[in-house]
């Protein structure tokens, strides 16, 4: 309850932050929030379109949680989905076959291209100590130049160098039904994927000798080591978790959302996973709120941007303002501490006040 409490704190003082910044840039905020929320949730096509774009932050999210429970700060999700949609672009483009044994292909391989992307920064912590900030970083950058050069190397389009050929519908999360469901949105599978991921995650955190283990050291390391836990293990394995949820990102924002893998781009839901997880509270319940929330102002900025002269920077500032909220929960479990405490001191002395009365 606290941590939502939080987490809804987060968002009031971001939405009132952007409406301070509206009014000191002469516009009306309350008109920019009724376009913002209109944006994304006027209609239904709307709607699955908000739905389509949190999908992708739903595995980002997950992937940093998942990591920040068990101790690692994981900011390579960029890289890792990066890699773990181009392994899923490969099969689509190459593997001819029934649809669902091929986007169950598609499935593994980005599994297995965002894990060993994050295998590495895992075994350099694990065995050499090296901070997974570092490495994880540099390892977004690797996987930025190898697919600047494998796309035009291997799977250049005919016409345009800069992006992979387009998959096939059947090599797609794409469904009709979903779509028509939705007005004609780009809702896709990858939303189905992605819930059936937010409860799998959720089990093994909570309810295996996995989540066990892997949540003990991150509480403590030496404690846990002390306990007879395989710390160095224990590390690898959470590494290569938190990677394969980044790699399912890259399936369904390259075979979801898009059709095909862009050179030049890395992809902004790796970072912004990192808020997802904060205002998520490292939940995955709260990661899954909190990614569409955050589709939601994705999908609104524009509409909200195209029906008033409210620029589109200021939805990011909004954005900006509830992760700056977000990442300063302990300053604000701190003051809902106080808070509750001087509550329950003034109903106790109105309790021991009635008694002397009596």
Known sequence: M???????????????????????????????????????????????????TGTPLIFTGLSVAF?????????????????????????????????????????????????????IPGLLKARFNVHEVVSTIMMNWVAYWTIYYAVPAYLKAEQIETESRPLADKATLKAAFLSDMFGGSYVNLGLFLAVIVVIVIAFIINKTTLGYELKAVGFNRHSAEYAGIGVNRSIITSMLISGALAGLAGMAQYAGNGTNIQIGVLPTQGYDGIAVALLGANSPVGVLVSALFFGLLYSGRGFMNAMTEIPPEIADSIIAIIIYFAATSVLMDRLITRFLSKRRSTTMAATAGGKEKV
């Open 2 to 52: 606290r941590n939502l409490i939080i987490s809804l704190c987060a968002v009031i003082f971001g939405l009132l932050g952007g409406a301070i910044l509206m009014a000191v840039t002469g516009h009306d905020p309350v008109e920019g929030y009724k376009y913002l929320f209109q944006g994304g949730l006027k209609t239904t096509s709307r709607f699955g379109d908000t739905l389509a």
């Open 67 to 119: 990591a920040f429970r068990t101790g690692l700060f994981n900011i390579g999700a960029a890289g890792q989905m990066l890699f773990g949609g181009f392994c899923a672009t490969v099969i689509g483009l190459n593997v001819d076959t029934a649809r669902p044994l091929l986007l169950l292909l598609m499935i593994a391989a980005a599994i297995f291209g965002g894990a060993i992307w994050a295998f």
